[in-house]
């Protein structure tokens, strides 16, 4: 995969958009890639700009933050939202296998809050996102985020794209779909075997959030509002449903937004006009979360 996998170096200036490496910890090769705006793009948002920490896909085994569709997309989504945005550098399994990507998630939340100056940012309003299984470690990270007490950080939105989940049992959208492009039951049999702890099956909590496994702490837990996004040529789509229904069955604020014609990472091709309503979603679901989880 590494051959495919082409990379952006950082420093470059795209759509009015300038991107640097921050080291975290070198031990691990902990890292995120950030992306700032242009003067022009803060000054039309009439104050700071809000904080998305972004995790990437790549079914806990490949890509990074510097890897080109997804610097393309970081920096499209902190030109167009507009938002400073933090992509991590999170560790690959197989060699590391979780709960190690939600631990350097969390470490990389402590760490801009504690590192964090005042500027052009506004930190109560942050938000946590990743797509594919970078959705899954969002709604992990965020999960454990929810009982850290940060100084500056606020976590107000939870934007969850196409988030790979899963279990045991063969869902409709899997089989019906076990063709589709990306992603299929084969390929994420094989990611859950190489992520999660050796001998567990995919009803470990990590897979499958709401199953039998699961411990019923999320009514207990602070979690933002959510927007979850779903492709109708997905084969996680019933998975993610399930996902949603989850957090509102936790009295949690939530709204699921979902493209009929659209495949998974249909994000990542600008080409096609889901992937710019998605962009346009985001937008107003960071300028009001609640809001947005709230209207019809």
């Not at 990074?64 to 569709?69: R, V």
């Not at 970081?74 to 979780?98: F, G, K």
């Not at 760490?111 to 899954?136: H, I, M, Q, W, Y």
Request: charged share 25%; aromatic share 12%; glycine share 8%.
């Amino acid at each position: 995969m590494s051959w495919f996998d082409r990379k952006s170096r950082p420093g470059r200036r795209s759509n009015g958009v300038s991107s640097t490496d921050v080291t975290v910890d070198p031990g691990r090769d902990l890292w995120f890639r950030l992306y700032t705006p242009s003067t022009t793009a803060t000054a039309a948002a009439a104050g700071p700009l809000p904080l998305i920490f972004f995790f990437h896909g790549g079914g806990f085994a490949f890509m990074a933050p510097d890897s080109t569709p997804y610097d393309d997309l970081c920096r499209r989504l902190a030109a167009e939202v507009p938002a400073v945005v933090i992509s991590v550098n999170y560790r690959l399994a197989p060699e590391h296998r979780c709960p190690c990507q939600y631990e350097d998630g969390v470490d990389v939340l402590k760490f801009v809050d504690e590192n964090l100056k005042a500027g052009t940012v506004e930190p109560k309003r942050s938000f946590v996102a990743g797509d594919s299984a970078g959705g899954n470690i969002a709604h992990h990270v965020t999960m454990r985020a929810g009982a850290h007490k940060f100084s500056t950080l606020e976590l107000i939105g939870h934007i969850s794209i196409q988030p790979l989940f899963g279990g045991e049992e063969r869902t409709a959208s899997e089989l019906e779909l076990a063709d589709a492009p990306f992603s299929t039951w084969k390929r994420t049999d094989v990611t859950w075997k190489l992520f999660t702890p050796v001998g567990s099956d995919r009803d470990h909590v990590a897979v499958n959030v709401f199953g039998p496994n699961c411990e019923d702490i999320m009514s207990r837990v602070k979690f933002p509002a959510t927007v979850l996004f779903v492709g109708g040529y997905d084969p996680l789509k019933d998975w993610q449903r399930r996902y949603y229904q989850g957090l509102k069955n936790a009295g949690k604020e939530a709204k699921l937004v979902e493209y009929e014609n659209a495949i998974h990472t249909f994000y990542s091709y600008p080409e096609m006009p889901e992937s710019g309503r998605f962009v346009e979603t985001v937008r107003d679901f960071v300028r009001d979360p609640i809001g947005f989880c709230s209207s019809g």
